[in-house]
């Protein structure tokens, strides 16, 4: 080949790179339209959801789920206290009667974006269902932000209005949030010892207070799988 035919070539090539990157950049934008003081990874993680979500699926990756219908647990799940992401402190007792779902959260993660559906789903469900996210840096640092940072992010993007705890950790260990200590461990909750595998695991509390399901990730929260379990 010669370098005329080599350099021809070359140029074509990095034509269709730039065509290509521009339209990207312009899809960007355009899926992000109404974003506010998001970084450009959190723009660009907005836009890929649908097709990050998609792969996650063929390939069955994060998409695990458990259920027991029936499970006793051994501490009262109405038993737990935590602190909103104000500093207000929340009694779970208050809980009684009414269907928990419960999300550990991140602002900068391929899954973000499922705060629009979780915010969709509790609007719909208000009546029975109580919604809570969990703030949590656990899974490769993807909530750096402080309490305020999390709470505009997710209100201004998101219109988020369900209740949101304060950043704490939701893996084992001593520091663990007191509620997820409870929900992945089974000599308390009864059952399970699924800990979360990534950002926005959804586990479902019914109303009288027993764990009957965890959902991985890619489980989105207005599947009919997370639909049915709190029905």
Not at 31 to 60: C, D, E
Not at 83 to 98: A, E, R, V, Y
Not at 108 to 130: I, S
Not at 153 to 161: M, R, T
Request: aromatic share 12%; with cysteine.
């Amino acid at each position: 080949m010669t370098s005329k035919k080599r350099y021809r070539k070359l140029k074509i090539f990095l034509i269709v790179v730039a065509i290509l990157s521009a339209a990207f950049f312009s899809y960007v934008e355009i899926a992000n339209r109404n974003s506010v003081h998001m970084t450009y990874r959190q723009k660009v993680l907005k836009a890929i959801y649908p097709a990050f979500v998609w792969l996650a699926k063929i390939s069955g990756k994060n998409t695990k789920e458990l259920a027991k219908e029936k499970a006793t647990p051994m501490t009262s799940f109405y038993s737990l206290k935590d602190t909103l992401i104000d500093g207000t402190p929340f009694d779970l007792s208050g809980l009684k009667g009414k269907t928990v779902l419960l999300v550990n959260t991140a602002s900068d993660c391929g899954y973000t974006n499922q705060y629009a559906d979780l915010e969709k789903l509790y609007r719909q469900e208000k009546e029975k269902l109580v919604l809570i996210g969990f703030p949590a840096n656990d899974f490769k640092e993807q909530e750096k932000g402080s309490d305020n940072d999390i709470v505009s992010f997710c209100k201004k993007n998101y219109g988020v209005s369900f209740l949101l705890m304060k950043k704490s950790s939701v893996v084992k260990g001593s520091g663990q949030n007191a509620v997820y200590d409870w929900l992945t461990d089974p000599a308390k909750n009864g059952w399970n010892g699924q800990q979360p595998t990534w950002n926005f695991c959804k586990y479902v509390v019914d109303k009288e207070g027993n764990l009957t399901h965890f959902f991985g990730p890619a489980v989105e929260p207005m599947s009919s799988e997370v639909i049915n379990a709190i029905k």
